[in-house]
């Protein structure tokens, strides 16, 4: 996908705030990813909205009241944990289709109730709903098919906190042993407590546009999306289709993954392979769930990822950086933001911005991974543009 880049991002940092309405964090994201592009409301020419938890209906429409009321198509998505990679796709599609230029795309949470409603109160008590015993799951059979253990799941949490303790963005910000994990209480085995990301409040932004309105608006350091696919899980009828076209297995049983459907799509569009990924974000909900999401990106191969997160390739100063920002380990889970945060995340890292947390070495490009529940998968590669592509 050549012709639409990002031209700025802006966050709230992720966090409990009982006292801050989602309306106050979204604003600040948006005047900050505003500030950022260089641009005003007034150049927007559609808004995107995404809210996963927060029950209020309407929000985003009301919200753009308080920027003020220009007349532009507003529109609240709702994608589960992969919503802020469905507004992104559906961002460049409209700018593809030339119904527009320039276009918002802002997503928030509250975490009060967060997915309460999936199980009872005692299920909820004692790990038992089905959110934790389905990554409990995936996490056992990597462990039986590949060999690793419950210390592998508890460097994941490590790499995170590392990360995390240097993101002021971040819930999270305290480094942590595998011992730390260890002894931490057990949720669902193989999975302990601080495996785990958890629900918090937040707010996201991103200004997407054609690199024809970056030029004539003057973006100063725009960055390519080189492409962004949104992917839902395969059902064919199996009178139709034989068993193994299905995707729905999540550690490579019969059919092939939904992450893997999506991240192969967004290969070929930008044109490059997973040996070319420089830097990544990718859904870590759990421990587990992130070496999985690695091998099914194709970044290394079945049953290799937590030999390489043994041997530091993962590290910000490894060869192949993984969640820089702390995931959503670290920096806590608001469904509508979580997937514009890894867009900001690497935005930052590509342009050098990053603080602390900066990758050592140069990268040019980068990918951002989600997962919704019922098998929705969103992958984008953003690109650092050349000297003369910007021109």
């Not at 900050?32 to 985003?60: F, N, Q």
């Not at 590392?162 to 730390?180: H, K, S, W």
């Not at 076209?245 to 019969?254: A, E, F, I, M, R």
Request: proline share 6%; net charge negative.
């Amino acid at each position: 996908m050549s012709g639409i880049v990002i031209a700025g991002v802006g966050m709230h940092p992720f966090g409990r705030y009982p006292d801050k309405t989602p309306e106050k964090m979204s604003l600040h994201a948006i005047q900050a990813a505003l500030e950022d592009s260089g641009l005003s409301y007034p150049d927007i020419e559609l808004v995107l909205c995404g809210k996963v938890v927060y029950k209020k209906e309407g929000e985003g429409i009301d919200l753009m009241m308080k920027l003020g009321m220009t007349g532009v198509p507003i529109y609240q998505i709702n994608a589960m944990c992969a919503t802020g990679g469905a507004m992104l796709k559906l961002a460049a599609d409209a700018i593809t289709s030339g119904s527009c230029e320039v276009v918002l795309v802002y997503g928030f949470d509250k975490h009060q109730g967060m997915f309460q409603d999936l199980g009872e109160q005692w299920q909820n008590e004692l790990g038992m709903k089905a959110s934790p015993i389905a990554f409990a799951t995936v996490a056992q059979r990597y462990m039986h098919e590949h060999g690793a253990t419950e210390e592998d799941f508890a460097r994941v949490a490590v790499k995170a906190h590392r990360n995390g303790a240097r993101n002021p963005n971040a819930l999270f910000r305290n480094e942590i042993t595998v011992e730390d994990v260890l002894n931490s209480p057990m949720v669902a085995y193989p999975l302990h407590l601080y495996n785990f990301c958890t629900p918090d409040d937040g707010a996201a932004a991103a200004i997407v546009c054609s690199e024809r309105a970056a030029q004539k608006l003057g973006i100063r350091e725009p960055i390519r999306i080189a492409s962004t696919v949104m992917q839902t899980a395969s059902y064919p009828p199996p009178v139709l289709e034989p068993a193994n076209q299905y995707s729905v297995d999540l550690t490579g049983g019969p059919g092939t993954p939904v992450v893997t459907l999506a991240a192969e799509k967004a290969y070929q569009a930008a044109g490059i392979g997973p040996q070319d990924i420089d830097i990544c974000e990718v859904q870590d909900t759990d421990s587990g769930h992130e070496l999985v999401h690695i091998e099914q990106l194709g970044l290394c191969e079945k049953g290799e990822a937590y030999r390489l997160l043994r041997q530091g390739v993962f590290d910000i100063d490894g060869r192949l950086p993984v969640n820089p920002s702390g995931g959503i380990q670290c920096k806590g889970e608001p469904p509508g933001a979580s997937g514009l945060g890894q867009i900001c995340e690497i935005v930052w890292q590509l342009r050098g911005e990053a603080g602390s947390r900066q990758v050592s070495r140069d990268v040019r490009n980068g990918l951002c991974q989600v997962f919704g529940w019922n098998h929705v998968a969103a992958v984008t590669i953003l690109q650092k543009m050349k000297g003369d592509d910007s021109q």
